[in-house]
């Protein structure tokens, strides 16, 4: 066996090594891609039905409680108004908050996106 053909053989080898290091490379990104894909759509599909039944929820017990404080005032639309500032209030501390809560979302996300 000559050097060339030894050269030869050993280069049809390290061929064939990276053409099947790019295939599984290739089947991995696919892969990890599908993960994620499955991940982002779950964690969505998990938020919306949860969201759906936590707004319905709060939408009942802001009526609720307006009536009551209507009914405890003798004034029903200071009963909704006070509720009203309420929600307001919570929505001012929310966006007060926006920093913290960007934060906490990129970390949980990148968690999971970058395992």
């Known amino acids: ?3 060339f053909e030894s050269l030869g053989e050993t280069t049809d080898k390290a061929t064939d090594i990276g053409e099947t290091y790019i295939k599984a490379s290739h089947q991995y990104l696919k ?3 599908f993960q994620q894909l499955t991940l982002s759509v779950s964690m969505i599909m998990k938020l919306f039905a949860i969201t759906v039944f ?3 929820g709060l939408i009942f017990c802001a009526v609720a409680a307006a ?3 209507g009914e405890v005032l ?3 639309l200071l009963g909704c108004l006070i509720v009203g500032a309420i929600f307001i209030l919570i929505g001012l501390f929310i966006y ?3 920093a913290i ?3 906490i979302v990129i970390q949980k996300i990148g968690l999971k996106f970058f395992s």
Do not use: D, E, P, Y
């Open 101 to 103: 809560i960007n934060k």
């Open 54 to 56: 936590v707004f319905t």
């Open 74 to 76: 003798n004034n029903m």
């Open 31 to 33: 892969l990890k891609v």
């Open 67 to 69: 009536i009551a404080i």
């Open 96 to 98: 007060i908050g926006r």
């Open 1 to 3: 066996m000559s050097v």
